[in-house]
């Protein structure tokens, strides 16, 4: 009995601190928001800000198209997410269901596209969308996060589909529904929380990516948030730190605020559905 309340204990004790690890950065990212420039340059920084300003966040905005530049992060990570688990929800039932050479094949092939690095695909990529007049736009941008995120998303569902019941597609079938039937009447409401997580999972990669919008979007009117961001920084490599911490909050909020909506959702039974009415 001690023996399992001392492990429980430290399994508690190391997910404190984990937290304690993951929450620093961004608490220390909103002292420094509301902090005035006087306190900024003390040498001795405090946790709480003595006196506390919207200062920061008025610069941000009268610096940088904050509110242009998060709509194109919007933009562009909505419709990756959308047209990532729209792809993606159909092949990752065939990848689970069928055993055959195709599904191996679809399997091998997310395990090795997850080990190119990004630096080997931005010239090929660069390329096709130049040839299809897509470079320096928010649709071009939303191709890219597709098929970046479309291998995980299809391993992400997989591992779904496999955990929904046999037995209720047959006992759909029995009772005279077809496959695609079956797929969007029983299965796939099965496949709610999967499907959630999986647009979660692109819409915050498509939020926080910053190297193929470097990369694609030229004019400031095209870039997104992480992308306008590096304006805070001059050209001698001199951080205007206040505004910067304020602008890099404001571009936190988003995707907490999608988690803490949807987390319910992510964390529900995957058969919650699988009673008939």
């Known amino acids: 009995m001690r023996t399992s309340t001392a492990a429980r204990t430290g399994q508690y004790a190391a997910l404190l601190a984990y937290l304690v690890f993951l929450a620093f950065p961004f608490l220390w990212l909103i002292s420094i928001a509301f902090k005035p420039p006087r306190e900024l340059a003390s ?46 929800t159909p092949m990752a039932y065939v990848m689970a269901r069928r055993r055959g050479r195709l599904a191996k094949a679809a399997t091998g092939w997310v395990v090795v596209s997850q ?13 096709v969308l130049k040839n299809l007049g897509l ?31 046999r037995e209720l597609e047959e006992a759909a079938a029995v009772d005279g529904a077809g496959r695609l039937r079956t797929l969007v009447s029983v299965t796939a409401p099965l496949l709610a929380p999967g499907i959630v997580a999986t647009a979660l999972f692109a819409f915050i990669t498509a939020w926080n990516e910053f190297f193929f919008a470097l990369v694609l979007l ?8 992480p992308v306008i961001l590096t304006h805070f920084i001059g050209a001698e490599g001199v951080a205007d730190l206040g505004p910067l911490a304020a602008a890099a909050f404001l571009a936190t909020l988003p995707s907490l605020v999608v988690f803490a909506l949807i987390q319910r959702r992510i964390t529900g039974g995957m058969l919650a559905g699988a009673v008939k009415s």
């Open 218 to 225: 030229k004019t400031p009117e095209k870039q997104t948030l």
């Open 135 to 165: 470079i320096n736009s928010v649709p071009g941008l939303v191709m890219v996060y597709v098929v970046w995120s479309l291998p995980f998303a299809l391993w992400m569902l997989a591992g779904y589909v496999r955990a929904v019941p």
């Open 43 to 88: 040498l001795h920084p405090t946790w709480i800000p003595k006196n506390p300003t919207l200062d920061n966040f008025r610069q941000a905005f009268d610096e940088q198209p904050l509110l242009h530049a998060g709509l194109n992060s919007l933009l562009a990570a909505l419709g990756a997410a959308v047209i990532a688990v729209l792809i993606a």
């Open 115 to 127: 080990a190119f690095p990004f630096v080997l695909l931005i010239i090929p990529l660069f390329l």
